[in-house]
C-alpha cells in the first residue's frame, strides 16, 4: 500500500476477498497434513470410528515403534541419501555444462540439438524399450540404473539456459576470450561461480525428486539391500495390508485379533507416511526461497 493513497471500496472488498482466499487455501492444504501426523499417534479406534478428526486422540507412538524397529528401515534411508547425494551430483554435472553451451549464440547447430531436446518431452520410448535398455547395459540392479537413466531433466535445462542468457553479460564472456580465456576455463572459472543461485535452484529440483522418487526401483531393483526407502515403506505397508487381511467364518477371538491387526495396519500407513516425509517437510521452509527463485528464472526473458 503506499502512503497517502487513499483505499476505495473496491480495493478494500479485493482484500477482504484476498484473505479470505488466503485462508480457505492454508486450511485446504494444512489439514491433511495435520491430520496424517495426528493420526499417526492416536489410537486406531478412534482413528477409524472417526472421533479423531484433527487433533491426536488416545496417545500412542506404536506405529512409529514398529516401524523404526524394522532395520531395513535404517537401510532404505542410507540407500535413499547416497542415491539422492549421487544421482543430484551427476543431474548438475549434466544440466550445467548443456545449458551454458545452449545458451552459447555462437554454438552451431544450437537451435537443432534445442529442437531434439524439446522432441523428448513429447514422445518418449515407452517403459519397455527403455527397460530393456537398461537390461542390455547392464544396470539391472545397480545403483547406475537409479540415476542414469534420469540424469537430465529438459525442463531444467531449459531453466537453466535461460538464466545463462539474461544473467551473464556476453560482454563479459567476450572480455575473458580476449584475454586468452578458453571456453572450458571461462565455464570453470567464470560462468560458474556467477550462477550459483541457478546451481542452488537446480540442485533442490533434483534432490527432492531423488529422494521422493521409487519407480526406478520398483522397476530395476530386486535386491531388498539396495531398496530406497521409498521402496522399504511400500513394503511394509503391503505386508501390514496382508496381515490385517482375511476372511471366511471366525469366532469372536480371531475376529478381535484380525480387528487389531487391521487398527495395527493403519496405524503403521500413518507412521510410514510421515516417515517418508518428514525430512523434506523439514527442510523445505528453509529453502523455500530458491523455489520461488526457481519458477521466476523460468518466467522471465524465457
Known amino acids: 500500500m503506499i502512503s497517502g493513497v487513499k483505499e476505495t471500496g473496491r480495493d478494500k472488498a479485493f482484500l477482504i476477498f484476498n484473505y479470505i482466499y488466503v485462508i480457505l487455501a492454508l486450511v485446504i492444504v494444512a489439514y491433511p497434513v495435520i491430520y496424517m501426523i495426528s493420526a499417526s499417534i492416536s489410537d486406531p479406534k478412534y482413528v477409524g470410528s ?4 484433527l487433533w491426536p486422540k488416545g496417545f500412542t507412538l506404536k506405529g512409529y515403534q ?22 543430484t551430483a551427476i543431474n548438475l554435472f549434466v544440466t550445467m555444462p548443456a545449458a ?19 522432441v523428448t518431452m513429447f514422445f518418449g520410448g515407452g517403459l519397455v524399450p527403455t ?14 540404473s537409479i ?13 537453466a539456459r535461460t ?3 539474461s544473467s551473464i553479460p556476453k560482454e563479459l564472456q567476450d572480455a575473458a576470450q580476449i584475454d586468452g580465456c578458453t571456453n572450458m576455463r571461462l565455464f570453470i572459472k567464470i560462468i560458474l561461480p556467477l550462477s550459483m543461485p541457478i546451481i542452488a535452484v537446480m540442485a533442490l529440483f533434483y534432490g527432492v525428486g531423488n529422494w521422493n522418487s521409487y519407480f526406478s526401483a520398483l522397476i530395476y531393483l530386486n535386491d531388498e539391500a539396495k531398496y530406497p526407502l ?73
Not at 50 to 53: D, Q, R, S, V
Open 163 to 165: 538464466f545463462f542468457q
Open 147 to 159: 540415476v542414469l537413466p534420469s540424469a537430465a531433466s529438459i525442463w531444467n535445462i531449459i531453466v
Open 230 to 302: 521409498q521402496m522399504v515403506l511400500r513394503q511394509i505397508l503391503v505386508l501390514q495390508e496382508m496381515s490385517a487381511q482375511g476372511g471366511g467364518a471366525m469366532d469372536a477371538a480371531s475376529a478381535a485379533a484380525l480387528n487389531n491387526k487391521a487398527e495395527v495396519a493403519s496405524l503403521v500407513k500413518y507412521a510410514v507416511i510421515i516417515v517418508s516425509t518428514l525430512p523434506i517437510i523439514a527442510v523445505y521452509p528453509f529453502l523455500q526461497r530458491y523455489f520461488v527463485q526457481g519458477v521466476m528464472i523460468g518466467s522471465v526473458k524465457g
Open 131 to 144: 527397460y530393456l535398455l537398461v537390461k542390455n547395459l547392464g544396470m539391472v540392479n545397480t545403483v547406475w
Open 100 to 118: 551454458y553451451a545452449l545458451s552459447r549464440k555462437d554454438f552451431v547447430g544450437r537451435n537443432f540439438f534445442m529442437a531434439m531436446f524439446m
Open 66 to 87: 514398529i516401524v523404526f524397529e524394522n532395520s531395513k528401515i535404517w537401510t532404505g534411508y542410507a540407500n535413499t541419501i547416497y542415491y539422492t547425494l549421487l544421482g
Open 50 to 53: 472417526g472421533e479423531m478428526w
